[in-house]
């Protein structure tokens, strides 16, 4: 196990896993936690050793929201939230000096990252703005009506997306790096949710400005197919691949138990354990094999195409969205009554809870549709096995 992984192990075993029915009651934020993630230098682990990170991969990642996923959901969706928008920052900023300093301050100060993608009347559809960047001598101002920024008030900066003049399209997008200091929040929204409650994600009426040089150097579109999508469902699959895990924990504990109470009888819930296991193997099997997909695409110029890589990064979302769901409630009938008290060892209510936001955070139906177009060019029966 790598240094990383055992250091957030330790942080989800004895700080997110002691708050969390806690930061669900009180939806607040999981700041215990973030503040272990962050005194380990867990925030900074894909920032490049030249900027003074610890130049950590993609698999670093993703194992960490695996392993916080177990303990606490929304621990895991606001550390999984802000590596999306630190791979955005390390992969596109190229040679652009602010946004190589900001790594560096990022690495320094252990910076946390939130996201204004969605916007009020574009709904779910981040590859579409309405609002638009105001540029006038090399400095931008922005106005966004943000209907969700997770830890916004939480955050070190956000990175906002927008169109590029207020003359583009609505798919001519930027995104542009906001430290906080440059970001004022306006509240509209309260986060009063069925589950993922401590990622307190308020919307707001979000003002912001800056120097151009904060706008990242290439199209959003580049951005969002290159690295925000398959980062997303990487990152989001890793951490329902814990739900699920731990939810599976529980109901193996409760057959054991029930084993253990009468000898020699194989208790009811074995055999619907054994197929909620083969789920979670088959959930685990598609995360690594898109994982490696990914690492390939990144890696050299024979990578996956882009379609192809997006079809699949976008069926791991759809499959893994739905497993969780059914694997938490497989384990749920597993327990009976004690998976669904809330006061027992092995209760599964926000495990539940946690796992329903899985379809809606991005609409299935919105990626299906995208998947229903990109099918059509998909060439999968040119592509080598291995
Ligand atoms: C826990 C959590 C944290 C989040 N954090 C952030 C954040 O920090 N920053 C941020 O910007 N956003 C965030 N979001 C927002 C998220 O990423 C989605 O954009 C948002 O949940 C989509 O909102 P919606 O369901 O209202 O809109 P839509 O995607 O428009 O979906 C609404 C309905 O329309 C249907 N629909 C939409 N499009 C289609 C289509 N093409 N075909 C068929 N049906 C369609 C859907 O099925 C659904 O029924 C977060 C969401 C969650 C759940």
Redesign the pocket.
């Known amino acids: 196990m790598s240094p990383w992984l055992a250091a957030a192990r330790a942080v989800g075993a004895e700080i997110a896993a002691r708050h969390a029915d806690d930061v669900d009651l009180r939806a607040r934020f999981p700041a215990e936690a973030v503040t272990g993630l962050r005194d380990r230098q867990l925030l900074g682990l894909l920032v490049p050793s030249t900027e003074g990170g610890a130049g950590a991969g993609i698999a670093d990642v993703v194992s960490i929201c695996h392993e916080l996923g177990r303990y606490c959901a929304s621990t895991a969706?606001v550390y999984a939230?802000h590596q999306i928008q630190v791979a955005c920052i390390v992969r596109h900023a190229g040679h652009n000096p602010w946004q190589r300093a900001f790594l560096r301050r990022l690495a320094d100060g252990q910076l946390l990252l939130?996201?204004?993608?969605?916007?009020a009347g574009a709904?779910?559809?981040?590859r579409s703005s309405i609002c638009a960047l105001d540029e006038k001598r090399g400095r931008f101002t922005l106005v966004k009506q943000?209907?969700?920024?997770?830890?916004?008030e939480e955050s070190d900066a956000i990175l906002v997306t927008a169109r590029r003049t207020a003359q583009s399209p609505p798919s001519d997008q930027v995104i542009v790096v906001v430290p906080r200091s440059g970001v004022e929040l306006q509240p509209q929204e309260t986060w009063n949710?069925l589950?993922?409650r401590g990622?307190c994600?308020r919307g707001y009426r979000l003002t912001a400005e800056g120097e151009m040089s904060q706008v990242i150097p290439v199209p959003y579109a580049d951005v969002s197919a290159q690295t925000m999508l398959p980062v997303s469902h990487l990152v989001w699959g890793a951490l329902w691949l814990g739900i699920a895990t731990d939810a599976l924990g529980r109901a193996r504990a409760f057959v054991r138990a029930e084993a253990k109470k009468r000898p020699g009888e194989t208790p009811l819930g074995a055999a619907r354990l054994a197929v909620a296991v083969n789920e979670l193997q088959t959930m685990k099997s598609n995360l690594l094999a898109c994982l490696r997909l990914y690492e390939a695409a990144i890696g050299s110029v024979d990578g996956p195409s882009a379609i192809s890589l997006a079809v699949a990064m976008n069926n791991l979302k759809l499959g893994s969205s739905q497993s969780v769901v059914k694997i938490v409630g497989e384990a749920m009938l597993i327990c009976g009554l004690a998976g669904y008290r809330n006061d027992s060892p092995f209760s599964l209510g926000r495990h539940l809870r946690d796992a329903h936001?899985a379809a809606?955070?991005?609409?299935?139906?919105?990626i299906?549709?995208?998947n229903a177009t990109l099918a059509l060019a998909l060439r999968d029966d040119l592509e080598p096995l291995a």
């Open positions: 969706m939230m939130a996201s204004a993608t969605s916007e709904a779910g559809d981040v943000a209907p969700v920024i997770s830890y916004g949710t589950g993922m990622t994600s936001s809606v955070m991005v609409s299935n139906d919105r299906s549709a995208n």
